[in-house]
């Protein structure tokens, strides 16, 4: 489905608009979830939003944030089947604008990274959602639109229409967004019962259920939201076939009148070249050649590698899981090399993949870096000194290192799949943003790779311009905030 932009500028009322998801930027941050739970409220708020993000105060955000954190009040709260109830306090901070309410409970919320497993995080996130609507009602604040993320928000929107439905917050619209779909939150009947409290007549297939012992929490979540929105419009239409639907592509399919893809944008002040204070040299489109120079020599020499500008360095940032394309990069990685060729890797995961990008370091000693780490200031020096950045993903709902790549003058090399296919058009006669390739085979990846460095080291001023290209591209939010106010709009309660 489409969204007309156009009707935008005639809103007229400013929205209340909640968001409540698992992760934000600074405070928490595993992978993109993160990111767009911190730029697209700031986005929003930039249009004239009010907006309240809602998140776990969780023992590992930093003590630094927590300083500023002031309290706001608390309750008892009952959840499970047997009417247990649980402390819910509140701790408030605002940063530019946007609200952040901290949700307290040391029994639920003091382990983890944020995540534990799933036999811990289901009870977890009933106890969040529920609490996270039970706040909004606490603080008198009642959203036009509460908008949800991934499945461990997957509860709000049926809370909303069962045991909220009659009380303030229960007058909300609401919206759950789609930024994985690989993770579910998927557990027995009788544990999710239990948990949650809700009747029987939702553990039934159109809702939690999902086989003979089984609930999912998505599940319910997609058939009680007012609208389902996904990352990129590719990945709206794939998830709803057998390869790319994880068991869901049927629900998703009979869902689909209210499915939309609204592509990512990212924080163009936190991801800017020309202020980044972790680079080497500071850069715009204006003098990115020498910038780009500088920040290689610079990540050269941080990594070991050996210090050469002429270097084809390509990076690659990512969690190192099945779903990134990592199976086709151990397959060619040695044929990806060349005498003019350095690789960075950035990343943990998988120890089967940490394992094997650690070998092929050492074997290759000055051209390969495999930095096993989760590290925020080495990723900024990455996107600046790479001349391209790996994305091979088996599916990527968007992609977000693809587009800070391109905000950095980073050539993406990409599968196209989701928010990939929807975000870097591929090299042509001097147009174009990346290099692509289709089906899921290292042998193409492995084209991709040379396509890309044939233009890098023979046709340098192409490859400038593309550069340049990239750079000059609009990968922030604005847009995408556009069509989600459009989206609120249409299904915010009329006064
Ligand atoms: P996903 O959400 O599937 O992990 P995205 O491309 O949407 O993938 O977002 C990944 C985000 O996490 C980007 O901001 C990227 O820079 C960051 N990131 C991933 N791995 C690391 C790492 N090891 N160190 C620092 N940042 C990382």
Known sequence: M????????????????????????????????GDVMYALPRALTRSGCSVRVLLPNYACIPQKFKEQMAYRGSFMMDLCQDGTSFYVGIMESELDGVIYDFIDNREFFDWGNPYTGLWEDIPKY??????????????????????????????????LRTRFADTPVGRAASILTIHNLRFQGICSIDHLKYWTGLPDYLFDYAVFKQSENEAN???GGLAYADRVTTVSATYAQEIQTDFYGEGLNGHLSYHRAKLYGIVNGIDVELWNSKTDALLEK???????????????????????????????????????????????VNAVFQDMLDEDTQIVILG??????????????SVNKGSVCAYIQYNESLAHMIYAGSDALMVPSLFEPCGLTQLIAMRYGTVPIVRETGGLKDTVAPYYDDKGNGFTFDRYEAGLLLDAVK????LYTGSRALWDNMVVRDMEKDVSWENSAKQYIELYDFIAPKA
């Open 451 to 454: 396509r890309a460095r044939t």
């Open 282 to 328: 500071q850069y715009d489109v204006s003098d990115v050649l020498e910038g780009k120079r500088a920040n290689k020599l610079a990540l050269q020499e941080r990594l070991g590698l050996e210090q050469d500008e002429n270097k084809f360095v390509i990076g690659l940032i990512s969690r190192l899981t099945d779903q990134k394309g990592l199976d086709l």
């Open 348 to 361: 943990t995961g998988d120890p089967r993949y940490e394992d094997s990008f650690r070998y092929y370091e």
């Open 217 to 219: 929490m998505f599940k």
């Open 2 to 33: 489409s969204i007309d932009t156009e009707r935008i500028d005639t809103v007229e009322t400013p929205r209340r608009i909640a968001f409540i998801g698992s992760e934000c930027y600074p405070f928490v941050k595993t992978g993109g979830l």
């Open 126 to 159: 009933c106890y969040f959602s529920k609490a996270a609507l039970a706040v909004l009602n606490y603080l008198d604040w009642t959203p036009d639109v509460i908008h949800c993320h991934d499945w461990q928000a997957g509860l709000v929107p049926v809370y």
